[in-house]
């Protein structure tokens, strides 16, 4: 049965026995994620402000606030200066397609996320299913805790920071049915007696090293997806100061293993609640497609574009189309993470004030990460939860 269908029919099922509404039970976990959010907000940064802006995204973000979260982390990031280049002769393609291309020569992918932005965690997901088709076995991941086995147990909250996100813990969920062998390879904690830059350098040289340890030096021909944040998928040096500069771990894996990874970046290029923060070039590039699906674009040469990066830092860059909402919340939990929506009942809002729902897998520790998390609010219609194939427990806290 398609994977697709085989959702469908198991929430149907799920649905068939909830004749009356599920019983929705007070959060039991200690862990929190309201209370997280308010602490992220609460902290001091270095120089005394208040609030921790990528931590604060990155929980926003997994509560459903995708537009509250790309603001949180924005304020962090200096405005896009660079001019916007002519793309009018710039053809597009579908962005999958591209990269499994591209992948079926190769023996290392790397694609990079924004880590507030769970929509690139379906887009890996998605490609994922792809890559273990043609033949690859290794999913290395940046968030995976160092020295702890990721292939043993559930995914819960020992398991990687950014694992907290139930789109990613779905997608490692689901890369463990597939039959992916994963792989845990963040560095030791840097020296702190050297110098911020060289503590940079230190931790893309021990990834890189970590990989070819545990994967390609017992395997050499294994075929290996690394899935990383931000910059460490560029293969070339990039400045840091006016004087110095990193080759992150994507460069640095190129020279420890001699081979060179198709490398991917989809961490910069998407639709910002500013169109100012956006991208140089990014609303010229989505003038060259049409529809929903992430693309890349093509010089006239058949070369790919690069905003934003120069030519041979990446290989590819993904463009993600502004998305549109399915039952309150984003399309792609529905097209690319192959999601069902459950509506919540009216018996599960609250009399005033607003509180997260939780589903969890009915055979999951209570310490697990959650199938999906939503925000309702006293008087406002509720999103949708939306589920992936299985059976559930809910279960709420204020907010």
């Known amino acids: 049965m398609r994977r697709g269908a085989l959702a469908g029919s198991v929430l149907a099922a799920l649905l068939a026995g909830c004749a009356t509404a599920p019983v929705l039970q007070p959060r039991a976990e200690p862990y929190s994620y309201a209370s997280e959010l ?31 979260a790309i603001v949180a982390f924005d304020v962090t990031q200096p405005s896009p200066r660079l001019p916007t280049p002519d793309l009018s002769q710039d053809s597009a393609e579908d962005a999958l397609a591209a ?34 088709r043609l033949g690859f076995e290794y999913l290395a991941c940046e968030t995976f805790t160092r020295d702890r086995d990721p292939n043993v147990g559930v995914v819960d909250q020992t398991s990687g ?3 907290q996100d139930p789109v990613y813990a779905e ?19 840097p020296d702190m007696s050297v110098s911020a830059v060289e503590r940079i350098r230190q931790r893309e040289r021990g990834q890189a090293r970590n990989l070819v340890e545990q994967v390609l030096a017992k395997r050499p021909g294994a075929k290996l997806f690394v899935y990383v944040g931000f910059g460490h998928a560029l293969k070339t040096p990039q400045r840091v100061s006016p ?3 990193v080759l992150w771990m994507a460069g640095e894996l190129k020279q420890l293993s001699g081979i060179d990874p198709l490398s991917i970046d989809q ?31 093509r010089k006239t040469d058949g070369s790919a574009r ?36 459950f509506t919540i009942p009216d018996g599960w809002l609250p009399a005033q004030g607003r509180r997260l729902i939780y589903a969890m897998h009915k055979a999951h520790p209570a310490n697990a990460i959650p199938a999906d998390l939503v925000i309702v609010e006293a ?10 194939p299985g059976e559930f427990r809910f279960e709420f806290e204020p907010l």
Not at 47 to 68: H, Y
Not at 110 to 129: D, G, S, T, V
Not at 171 to 189: N, Q
Not at 379 to 388: C, D, Q, T
Request: proline letters at 10%; aromatic letters at 6%; a positive charge.
């Open 243 to 245: 004087t110095e500069t």
């Open 306 to 341: 690069l905003l934003m990066y120069a030519p041979g830092s990446v290989d590819l860059q993904v463009i993600h189309p502004p998305q549109t909402l399915v039952s309150g919340r984003p399309a792609w939990l529905a097209s690319w993470a192959q999601r069902r929506p």
């Open 171 to 189: 997608f490692i969920r689901e890369a463990k049915r597939d039959g992916w062998t994963l792989v845990a390879y963040e560095s030791e904690p």
């Open 379 to 388: 008087g406002k219609p509720a999103p949708a939860l939306m589920l992936p």
């Open 267 to 297: 961490s910069r290029t998407f639709a910002h609640p500013d169109p100012a923060r956006e991208v140089a070039g990014y609303r010229a590039a989505l003038a060259r497609h049409d529809g929903p699906a992430p693309f890349v674009l």
């Open 99 to 132: 990269i499994l291309r591209e992948a079926a020569t190769r023996q290392i992918v790397i694609l990079n996320e924004a880590h507030h932005l769970p929509m690139h965690r379906a887009f890996a997901m998605r490609l994922a299913r792809e890559l273990r």
């Open 38 to 68: 308010r602490r992220a907000a609460e902290m001091k940064g270095p120089r005394g402000e208040t609030g921790a802006p990528q931590l604060v995204a990155s929980l926003q973000a997994m509560l459903g606030d995708v537009d509250g």
């Open 161 to 163: 920071a950014y694992l």
